[in-house]
């Protein structure tokens, strides 16, 4: 994988390190999450989303996965910020918002760089968001 890549294994390497380094972040609470959030997998009748479908990667875990995907296919919508403004109009907060967006954001980026490298398994470890990462 290293051998023909566009990126480097140091590259690799820390950005693991990193999402490693995120993981007291997650919480123990899990909901159900979508794994592939964004627009064209959410069904509309113009103005209101009626359905969303595709839920092949469905998951229990952090809803905070479903935010930085969308955020990573959609930065215009600015939806880490418009989620994060509607918890606190509630008198909430999300903890730790931060730290939990940019680990989903740096595993959904490593996916995506190791499948772009047309494999399938990580011979650093275990890389999908549905693994031990999410494990407490």
């Known amino acids: 994988m290293f051998d023909q890549g566009i990126l480097g294994r140091n590259v690799f390497d820390a950005v693991y390190a990193a999402i490693r380094e995120l993981l007291p972040y997650a919480p123990k609470d899990k909901y159900l999450v979508h794994g592939d959030f964004h627009f064209w997998n959410m069904l509309s009748d113009g103005s209101t989303v009626t359905g969303i479908v595709d839920w092949e990667t469905a998951m229990y875990g952090d809803f905070m996965f479903d935010v930085a995907v969308l955020h990573l296919w959609h930065?215009?919508?600015r939806f880490p910020e418009r989620v994060?403004?509607?918890w606190e109009a509630e008198g909430d907060a999300i903890p730790r918002f931060d730290e939990r967006l940019l680990r989903y954001r740096l595993i959904k980026g490593l996916d995506g760089w190791v499948r772009m490298q047309g494999n399938t398994t990580c011979p650093a470890g275990d890389w999908n968001p549905r693994s031990r990462w999410n494990k407490r």
């Open 75 to 77: 930065p215009q919508a």
């Open 84 to 86: 994060r403004e509607a």
